[in-house]
Structure formats: structure tokens, C-alpha cells
Nanobody, 130 residues
Framework: QVQLVESGGGLVQAGGSLRLSCAAS????????IGWFRQAPGKEREFVAA????????YYADSVKGRFTISRDNAKNTVNLQISILKPEDTAVYYC???????????????????????WGQGTQVTVSS
């Protein structure tokens, strides 16, 4: 089983960019789809982007499509989320999470449903000032 640690959050002006990273420990990282979710104050956690276990397929929420790019490097056990043209409404705690791609309870494609993800990082804060 992997453990996930996010980094790269911070305070940025509207229109700026950040790169969030999700570092995984464990030898089975390539057996997991990875998703990014975010939770703004007073709101429910929402899907942002996901990448399948091999990195070939990516998925985005409509609200971030064209501004966010997810990628992974299985050799380095990392997934990055490049976030650009930031808006104040992007302010949230961003979490990466892992969903099994193989074995019991696995998913054929990277899911958008947070309940499919069984391993979560602690989150990283992104604050966008207007």
C-alpha cells in the first residue's frame, strides 16, 4: 500500500500558476489511479482531475479543463498537477488520492467519485488572491 504526501501549495495572485506534487511511498504506486480533489471552506470536496495508473488517460472537471494539467512519473512515484490561470474560486485545500487499478475493488478507469479512492494525502492549501 502507498502513502501520499502533497506539496506545492501557497498564496498566489489571480492569473498565476502553481505546481502541486503528490509524492508516494511504496513499490506499488503504478498499481493505482491517482486523483486530485479540493475542498473549499464551507463546501463539499470535489473532483478536480485524475490520471490512470499508466499515465495514458487523464480526466478533468469542467471547471478546470484547459487550466489544469495532471501528469505522473511512475519511476519517481510522483503525480503533478500544474494549475494555471488561477482564479479566487480555486482557493481550497487540494488532496491527492489513490484508487486501486488492479486486484480486488479495482477500477478499469480512473474514477471521479471520491468514495472510490481509499488512500488520501493530508492536503495542501492553495489560496488565490484577487
Amino acid at each position: 500500500q502507498v502513502q501520499l504526501v502533497e506539496s506545492g501549495g501557497g498564496l498566489v495572485q489571480a492569473g498565476g500558476s502553481l505546481r502541486l506534487s503528490c509524492a508516494a511511498s511504496g513499490r506499488t504506486f503504478s498499481s493505482y489511479h491517482i486523483g486530485w480533489f479540493r475542498q473549499a471552506p464551507g463546501k463539499e470536496r470535489e473532483f478536480v482531475a485524475a490520471i490512470n495508473y499508466s499515465g495514458i488517460s487523464t480526466y478533468y472537471a469542467d471547471s478546470v479543463k484547459g487550466r489544469f494539467t495532471i501528469s505522473r512519473d511512475n519511476a519517481k512515484n510522483t503525480v503533478n498537477l500544474q494549475i494555471s490561470i488561477l482564479k479566487p474560486e480555486d482557493t481550497a485545500v487540494y488532496y491527492c488520492a489513490a484508487a486501486a487499478a488492479r486486484g480486488s475493488g479495482s477500477y478499469y478507469v480512473a474514477p471521479r467519485d471520491e468514495y472510490a479512492y481509499t488512500i488520501w494525502g493530508q492536503g495542501t492549501q492553495v489560496t488565490v488572491s484577487s
